[in-house]
């Protein structure tokens, strides 16, 4: 309790409420943390994240707090200690262990006495973010309060001996907001990857676990800067909210109107994977996709809407020069679905498959689904229309541009389409999956999507699945559906959005 004399009356105030604060941490796959007092590894990179995420602060008059134990601060160099920019609160229960005339240092005797003073005057004004980073025994006890906000966890994608553990990270309590890329450093593998808590317990789990996780981004300030930023799903919520939000009216060729600005859920998976081995094998009937069960390509090749666009010689469900034409036949002469192109035209695929194994320096590893002399001859012109490929310390990376992108329906799909394509072409080339990036043209919500938009944006992003490929499959035309198995996905329910034709 607080007690203040003003005037002369005595006036008794609740004790403020305990600090939170976010775990800053390194671990092996066993989530081994030191060995002998010491961090078994040399990554400078891991050490650099450290400083930026401790140190950096959103309001420059203020600064962070670091929480460690006295053998933790005791590992520090000499002539890094105190940490620089930070204030340095070291546990101890030692009486002598002596700090006298150490600027930015202060002791507490435990973490809940840490929190509390980080709480009060002067430092409930003063510090901006409480970061604990060690040692295991402060770790372990800080992971299982419900005052943690946050994990910041290097994953060191390796078995090295320690004497010194933390429990692995319950993903009932905690979901991955982001994820970086793997980085290879003195012969060790990791990224980083940040957990924010989205329950009190795993007790309050099993009992609430039926009620709906509300997403709203600014419950989630307190991370740093460079954390926040970084969850891409995130990014794709905040665009689609800004469209609806900011964007232009205006009304569009399909004839509904649509909000769009020009810039820059369940994902149908098998609708995904089925279409893109559609595209690879270089079809253009959409009777193959129906034959599966897969119906995305119904509208636009229905007889009355070729009729409507003037093609109405076409057979019914014939697509005409589509993507997977252009990939695998650019430059044939197109006639009908049912005709045999074996041969004719430039095979891309086959081509870009070549230069990332033989030639991966090449700048000019493209797929282009654009090609203008075909596309009155087309259902639809292309909207993801090409894609360029990069080759890098053994992984495969894919840039695509998508000149119109309905953002609702058709952004989440095109994202796991060419994730998935990224993975194949690395899988049958023998490297591994980097980044995807996603330039947009025209991004556009349509109105009749505002509300389920609105729906989907109250949902928090989940941890993203991992897609397993056939070990046995190496060549990009010997796959079927069969050869992949995604794990790991489980979807707020179906949002249900009307394909604009």
């Not at 450290?50 to 929480?67: C, G, P």
């Not at 309050?204 to 997403?215: A, I, R, V």
């Not at 070549?354 to 087309?378: E, F, V």
């Not at 990036?437 to 993203?464: C, M, S, W």
Request: hydrophobic residues 35%; charged residues 25%; aromatic residues 10%.
């Amino acid at each position: 309790m607080t007690t203040t004399i003003l005037n002369g009356n005595t006036t008794t105030m609740a004790p403020e409420p305990q600090r939170t604060y976010q775990v800053v941490v390194a671990a092996t796959k066993e989530m081994g943390i030191g060995k002998d007092g010491k961090l078994p590894w040399n990554l400078p990179t891991d050490l650099k994240f450290f400083k930026d995420i401790t140190l950096t602060t959103s309001d420059s008059a203020k600064k962070n707090a670091v929480v460690m134990g006295r053998k933790t601060w005791e590992s520090i160099p000499t002539k890094y200690r105190p940490l620089s920019g930070r204030l340095n609160v070291v546990l101890t229960r030692s009486g002598g262990f002596d700090i006298a005339n150490t600027e930015n240092v202060v002791t507490c005797s435990s973490v809940d006495s840490a929190l509390d003073l980080l709480a009060a005057p002067p430092y409930c004004l003063s510090i901006e973010r409480v970061f604990v980073i060690g040692g295991g025994d402060i770790l372990r006890e800080a992971l299982n309060r419900t005052s943690c906000d946050a994990i910041h966890l290097t994953e060191i994608d390796a078995s090295i001996e320690c004497d010194t553990f933390i429990p692995e990270i319950d993903t009932n309590v905690y979901q991955p907001w982001c994820s970086s890329v793997p980085i290879s450093e003195n012969g060790l593998r990791f990224c980083f990857t940040s957990y924010v808590r989205v329950k009190c317990s795993a007790d309050e789990y099993k009992t609430n676990g039926s009620q709906p996780l509300q997403f709203d981004g600014k419950k989630y300030s307190f991370l740093p800067k460079m954390v926040f930023d970084q969850h891409e799903e995130f990014l794709y919520l905040n665009l689609a909210e800004d469209i609806i939000s900011n964007g232009n009216v205006k009304n569009d060729r399909t004839g509904t109107d649509e909000i769009q600005f020009a810039q820059t859920k369940r994902v149908f998976w098998r609708g995904v994977l089925e279409e893109l081995l559609w595209f690879i094998s270089g079809s253009t009937s959409a009777k193959v996709l129906q034959e599966k069960g897969i119906h995305i390509w119904d509208g636009n090749s229905s007889r009355e809407y070729l009729d409507g666009i003037g093609l109405t010689e076409r057979e019914e469900g014939d697509l005409g020069p589509v993507y997977g034409f252009q990939w695998r036949h650019f430059g044939a002469k197109y006639t009908d679905m049912n005709a045999d192109y074996t041969g004719q035209g430039f095979d891309q695929l086959t081509d870009v498959i070549d230069k990332i194994k033989n030639n991966p320096d090449d700048r000019r590893i493209i797929l282009s689904a654009w090609n203008p002399p075909d596309l009155k001859l087309m259902a639809l012109p292309p909207c993801h229309m090409f894609a360029q490929f990069y080759v890098a310390e053994g992984e495969l990376s894919c840039q695509m541009y998508q000149r119109s992108a309905d953002m609702g329906l058709g952004v989440p799909f095109n994202i796991a389409s060419y994730s998935l394509l990224t993975c194949m072409l690395a899988h049958v080339c023998d490297l591994v999956p980097g980044d995807f990036t996603h330039v947009i043209g025209d991004a556009h919500v349509y109105r009749n999507h505002v509300r389920p938009l609105q729906e989907q944006l109250q949902n928090p992003p989940k941890p993203f699945p991992v897609l397993k490929i056939n070990p046995e499959k190496k060549d990009i035309d010997s796959f079927v559906a069969a050869d992949f198995d995604l794990t790991g996905y489980e979807p707020h329910k179906k949002i249900e959005m009307k394909m604009a034709v």
